[in-house]
């Protein structure tokens, strides 16, 4: 699957926001069909911080940084 051939309802397969309760910030992993991990280090205020935070990462550096095992990513 290209950059181009992604839809959001595909990337909310592979997308997860998970509430961080202690501090109401969220924290954003994104999990491959082999269940290889991206994990950003940075929390966010909302949803929309978030998902802007992934597309930019996307835009800059392509959905295959997301794929496979490239060593441990973090954000």
């Excluded at 597309?55 to 441990?72: C, I, L, N, Q, R």
Aim: with cysteine; glycine share 4%; hydrophobic share 45%.
């Amino acid at each position: 699957m290209s950059d181009a051939d992604a839809q959001p309802q595909e990337l909310d397969e592979i997308l997860r926001l998970v509430t961080v309760l202690a501090e109401q910030l969220l924290a954003l992993e994104i999990i491959d069909e082999k269940d290889w991990s991206t994990v950003w280090d940075e929390q966010f205020p909302t949803p929309e911080n978030a998902c802007r935070a992934f597309y930019a990462a996307a835009d800059e550096e392509g959905m295959a940084s997301f794929v496979g095992d490239s060593g441990p990513t973090v954000h």
